[in-house]
């Protein structure tokens, strides 16, 4: 009979869920409704991106530190640039450019580095953006639940949007348990009509009963008073 909110393992899979009881206008519980997306998937995005963000700054440096041991005293510059670089990349800071013009394979390097800087911070925006979408719907989510926990079966989730399967599918779910809490009470109705309806009967069949007693003690006290 109380709300539930967290992670839960359903199936065996971790879920960021809400449980809310499902009351009707007496304020009984009737049943339960769940709402809840996997935990993992959002997790798995972020990892990723860590992993590729430090299999960049490794490869990077393993470079560096081969380029500088098998080059020249004119390249080290730029190596160290590309070294530079590549630590801040693997720091977080997308927004570093490494500057080398040497137009050789080291210049396509750097090139190469920003190129991956730049996809890597993309990658971040999508994943905050993502992140931003599914806040505001778990959000609209548990405020349909809460109406829908106070017997409000009125309330829709909003389909004005890019990405709106999930509202679709959650306002088709909300019209199907409205019309069979519509039916069910539809059905208590008739049902207490006939309750009262045997009522009736049964008391007029009572009433019936104690008059044919009455007449037949009547019969018999006559009848006695003529023996």
Do not use: C, W
Not at 9 to 14: A, E, I, K, L, R
Not at 29 to 56: C, D, K, S, Y
Not at 67 to 80: A, C, F, G, Q
Not at 161 to 178: D, F, G, M, P
Request: charge should be negative.
């Amino acid at each position: 009979n109380t709300e539930f909110m967290g992670s839960a393992n359903v199936v065996g899979q971790s879920f960021l869920t809400k449980y809310v009881p499902l009351k009707d206008s007496n304020g009984a519980t009737i049943g339960m409704v769940f709402v809840g997306t996997p935990e993992a998937q959002f997790t798995q995005l972020v990892n990723n991106a860590r992993n590729n963000t430090i299999i960049i700054a490794l490869f990077g440096l393993l470079i560096a530190v081969v380029i500088s041991l098998v080059s020249s005293r004119s390249i080290t510059k730029p190596i160290n640039q590309l070294e530079d670089g590549v630590h801040k990349f693997g720091s977080g800071d997308y927004d570093h450019t490494i500057n080398v013009k040497t137009g050789d394979e080291l210049e396509e390097l750097a090139n190469s580095f920003n190129k991956m800087a730049k996809d890597i911070k993309e990658l971040h925006s999508m994943l905050d953006a993502d992140k931003l979408s599914l806040a505001k719907t778990l959000k609209e989510i548990f405020d349909i639940m809460d109406h829908l926990a106070e017997g409000d079966f009125s309330v829709r989730a909003d389909e004005n949007r890019h990405k709106n399967k999930l509202q679709k599918t959650i306002n088709h779910a909300i019209e199907n348990v409205s019309k069979m809490m519509e039916n069910l009470k539809s059905e208590i109705t008739v049902l207490s009509d006939e309750l009262e309806d045997v009522g009736e009967g049964l008391k007029r069949a009572k009433e019936t009963s104690e008059q044919v007693t009455d007449a037949a003690n009547q019969v018999a006290t006559a009848a006695a008073d003529q023996s």
